[in-house]
């Protein structure tokens, strides 16, 4: 099976802060990548896909990058929704695997 | 408006059964992939399964296989999660999602708890 590692588990930050939070997979998954956004008692929400496509309807101040096992994603300037866990996801192969989730909380 | 409702959950003891649903409305339900994820208290999400627009393949996460079976009804908009042989380990919220090839999980329910417990 295809591990993530996804780090860091949690970072403090203030809004308007740049945030970064890093994927690796223990293999190619080339770019079958997707990043998510988890609010407590809500459902995830699909922020970018293919490694650096945004999802209809999500803000611009959300990117993807990266390719072949490293992936990034970038808030550009973190805004009071924002503050969630995000998770990165594989879809290279049959069985999908999150990465265990970085939780974004406010400085 | 694509909504993805599930139902079932609640209290199981361990080794009991359950069957999960989820009810599709907004889209053409049987052109898509559809999986069910998991979160389990204090963790992360999980992959649990998924299965083919005509039901012809479907998958499992290993610790699920033999225990869990994904099924569909495509003439009724829904997707099923039967659970069986339940642990405490497999307490979670549940979640229905819909597949897009390119995408991955485009949409997703609001969830269904399942507590396994004496």
């Known amino acids: 099976d295809i591990q993530m590692t996804q780090s860091p588990s949690a970072l403090s930050a203030s809004v308007g802060d740049r945030v970064t939070i890093t994927c690796r997979a223990s293999q190619n998954i080339n770019n079958w990548l997707a990043w998510y956004q988890h609010k407590p008692g809500k459902a995830p929400k699909l922020l970018i896909y293919k490694a650096s496509n945004l999802e209809r309807g999500v803000p611009s101040r959300f990117s993807g990058s990266g390719s072949g096992t490293e992936f990034t994603l970038t808030i550009s300037s973190l805004q009071p929704d924002d503050f969630a866990t995000y998770y990165c996801?594989?879809?290279?192969?049959?069985?999908?695997?999150f990465g265990q989730g970085t939780k974004v909380e406010i400085q | 408006e694509v909504q993805l409702v599930e139902s079932g959950g609640g209290l199981v003891q361990p080794g009991g059964s359950l069957t999960l649903s989820c009810a599709a409305s907004?889209?053409?339900?049987?052109?898509?992939?559809m999986s069910w994820v998991r979160q389990t208290p204090g963790k992360g999400l999980e992959w649990v399964a998924n299965?083919?627009?005509?039901?012809?393949?479907?998958y499992e996460e290993d610790s699920v296989k033999g225990r869990f079976t994904i099924s569909r009804d495509n003439t009724q908009n829904s997707l099923f999660l039967h659970m069986s042989s339940l642990r405490a380990e497999d307490t979670a919220v549940y979640y229905c999602a819909r597949e897009d090839y390119m995408s991955g999980l485009d949409n997703w329910g609001q969830g269904t708890l399942v507590t396994v417990s004496s």
């Open positions: 996801q594989q879809y290279n192969s049959h069985s999908w695997t």
């Open positions: 299965i083919k627009p005509d039901g012809s393949e479907k």
């Open positions: 907004g889209f053409a339900f049987s052109s898509y992939l």
